[in-house]
Antibody, heavy 119, light 110 residues
Framework: QVQLQESGPGLVKPSETLSLTCTVSGDFISSNKWWSWVRQPPGKGLEWIGEIFQSGRTNYNPSLKSRVTISIDKSKNQFSLRLTSVTAADTAVYYC????????????WGQGTLVTVSS | EIVLTQSPGTLSLSPGERATLSCRAGQSVNSRYLAWYQQKPGQAPRLLIYDTSTRATGIPDRFSGSGSGTDFTLTISRLEPEDFAVYYCQQYGSSPPVYTFGQGTKLEIK
């Protein structure tokens, strides 16, 4: 059973960098799947942030592209998210997820981690 | 980027009733790229339907998806108490590669 677990600071100051890691178990991050980050502001809908393939190739949401970096660490079976210059608008639950078995959908998902941007 | 608009925003029904949720795309969507998710409070989204109409593993057959082009529908034939949640449609755009979600439909108990 594939499981994903997000980890990282729950509080980040404005203008600083948000950093999260997703640890994968039950699957190899070097498998032929894309690995994504999705966020959800409190009480709002879902926003896809970006994805990475085992080769290191990435795709990002154009609306966040200038501030986002997603990286992969095959030795630790993890992938990570960096979001720079954060503001209160970046406060959200951040989920990591894997591309589904049939592609073009996301499954499974991690449980999510709340990141609050506040001084 | 394709915009997905879900309707209604909130749907109030009783257990045993039929629910019909709509997802309309701003331009034509490849049916292979259309999926539906269920999200309950405090939980991650759960994949229900992919390829427009294929149920994900373990999803009961009271859930069904249909549609093509710009209009897609999620139908729940007979609502169970555990079905009351928020539902999102999602499409994958290949140029550029990007996942887009609808704003969600909240299915609440009447």
């Amino acid at each position: 059973q594939v499981q994903l677990q997000e980890s990282g600071p729950g509080l980040v100051k404005p203008s600083e960098t948000l950093s999260l890691t997703c640890t994968v178990s039950g699957d190899f991050i070097s498998s032929n799947k894309w690995w994504s980050w999705v966020r959800q502001p409190p009480g709002k809908g879902l926003e896809w942030i970006g994805e990475i393939f085992q080769s290191g190739r990435t795709n990002y949401n154009p609306s966040l592209k200038s501030r986002v970096t997603i990286s992969i660490d095959k030795s630790k079976n993890q992938f990570s998210l960096r979001l720079t210059s954060v503001t209160a608008a970046d406060t959200a639950v951040y989920y990591c997820a894997r591309e589904g078995n049939q592609a073009y959908q996301l499954e499974p998902w991690g449980q999510g981690t709340l990141v609050t941007v506040s001084s | 980027e394709i915009v997905l608009t879900q309707s209604p925003g909130t749907l109030s029904l009783s257990p045993g009733e039929r629910a019909t949720l709509s997802c309309r795309a701003g331009q034509s969507v490849n049916s292979r790229y259309l999926a539906w998710y269920q999200q309950k409070p405090g939980q991650a989204p759960r994949l229900l339907i992919y390829d427009t109409s294929t149920r994900a593993t373990g999803i009961p057959d009271r859930f069904s998806g249909s549609g093509s082009g710009t209009d897609f529908t999620l139908t729940i034939s007979r609502l169970e108490p555990e079905d009351f949640a928020v539902y999102y449609c999602q499409q994958y755009g290949s140029s550029p590669p990007v996942y887009t979600f609808g704003q969600g439909t909240k299915l609440e108990i009447k």
